[in-house]
């Protein structure tokens, strides 16, 4: 492996790798004995705001034995229109890898191939493959497995989320029910390419969640559609709330990649009964990400 772009470009045996080795750093947290960024500086482009993401590269680097140096578009001359080619060549000969958050996914897949160091997508509006994996570690801890499990997305069906999780469903083989509005679900393109019949569609969130084993939700305006007050008006019956609930499997338990709307995607009362789960899940990327370092550093 020599970056981590996509979901969509990984196989099983990559994600099951990835998640073993996350779940041995995890085990072996303040005592690790390979440092594998020792003497390395990994720099952090970012164009959108994080805060789960950003500290735990920064932390996840370090306990690496690398140094991590966060850039936002602000602090460099991308910000001012210097092409992102220029910026990765530039970079690949100072750094030894990067670990991009920023809109296009072309973005990314340029920068890894003219700085020829090892990049991470940190999110786009394509895919956000580090936190799948984050969550994928959650539901082995609290499920054992995927396997013959059912799991659902209540929100909006073609964001990078969805897409991300969709294409771990293909890899993996697990039972994905999507509920989003008719105006926010995956094209038929998309569904053509992914070619994954485990993966239903369904504009009915009751369908998706009955006899769910997992149900994961998202903001219903990814970052760069805030205001779009039409495309929020169309979720209004796609809250994780208790009621939708009802349906699903005895011992669920619910995902949020936060940052989390109360009263939006989901109500406060569902949060809290599962934030044990969602807080989990959010340190869970830490360890998912250090594996993913530890995967990539040379
Ligand atoms: N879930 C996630 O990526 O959170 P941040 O936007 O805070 O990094
Ligand atoms: N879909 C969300 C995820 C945030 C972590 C967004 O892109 O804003």
């Given at each position: 492996?020599?970056?981590?772009?996509?979901?969509?470009?990984?196989?099983?045996?990559?994600?099951?790798?990835?998640?073993?080795?996350?779940?041995?750093?995890?085990?072996?947290?303040?005592?690790?004995?390979?440092?594998?960024?020792?003497?390395?500086?990994?720099?952090?482009?970012?164009?959108?705001?994080?805060?789960?993401?950003?500290?735990?590269?920064?932390?996840?680097?370090?306990?690496l034995g690398g140094a991590p140096m966060f850039l936002s578009k602000n602090d460099i001359q991308l910000g001012r229109g210097e092409p992102i080619i220029d910026t990765a060549r530039v970079l690949g000969r100072m750094v030894h890898g990067a670990i991009i958050r920023t809109f296009a996914q072309q973005d990314v897949v340029d920068f890894a191939r003219h700085s020829g160091i090892p990049t991470i997508n940190a999110l786009t509006d394509d895919e956000h493959p580090c936190q799948i994996l984050a969550d994928l570690l959650t539901v082995r801890e609290k499920l054992?497995?995927?396997?013959?499990?059912?799991?659902?997305?209540?929100?909006?069906?073609?964001?990078?989320?969805t897409i991300s999780w969709m294409w771990a469903a293909k890899h993996l083989g697990f039972e994905l029910a999507v509920a989003c509005p008719p105006d926010y679900a995956p094209p038929a393109d998309f569904l053509e390419k992914l070619a994954a019949p485990q993966v239903s569609?369904?504009?009915?969130?009751?369908?998706?969640?009955?006899?769910?084993?997992?149900?994961?939700?998202?903001?219903?305006?990814?970052?760069?559609?805030?205001?779009?007050?039409?495309?929020?008006?169309?979720?209004?019956?796609?809250?994780?709330?208790?009621?939708?609930?009802?349906?699903?499997?005895?011992?669920?338990?619910?995902?949020?990649?936060?940052?989390?709307?109360?009263?939006?995607?989901?109500?406060?009362?569902?949060?809290?009964?599962?934030?044990?789960?969602?807080?989990?899940?959010?340190?869970?990327?830490?360890?998912?990400?250090?594996?993913?370092?530890?995967?990539l550093a040379r």
């Open positions: 492996m020599k970056h981590l772009l996509s979901i969509e470009e990984l196989s099983a045996a990559a994600i099951v790798e990835l998640l073993d080795s996350a779940a041995a750093l995890k085990a072996s947290r303040g005592r690790h004995e390979a440092l594998p960024l020792q003497g390395q500086t990994w720099a952090l482009i970012f164009t959108k705001s994080s805060t789960r993401t950003r500290v735990s590269f920064e932390v996840g680097i370090r306990e054992g497995t995927w396997e013959g499990r059912k799991i659902a997305w209540v929100g909006d069906g073609f964001s990078n989320m569609i369904t504009h009915d969130p009751a369908v998706a969640v009955k006899g769910a084993d997992v149900i994961n939700t998202d903001v219903w305006l990814s970052m760069g559609q805030e205001g779009q007050a039409e495309k929020e008006a169309a979720f209004g019956p796609y809250q994780v709330n208790a009621g939708l609930l009802s349906g699903a499997s005895t011992g669920h338990i619910v995902l949020h990649c936060l940052p989390a709307y109360r009263g939006k995607e989901i109500t406060e009362e569902v949060l809290e009964a599962h934030a044990d789960t969602i807080f989990q899940e959010a340190e869970n990327r830490l360890h998912a990400q250090k594996a993913i370092l530890a995967a």
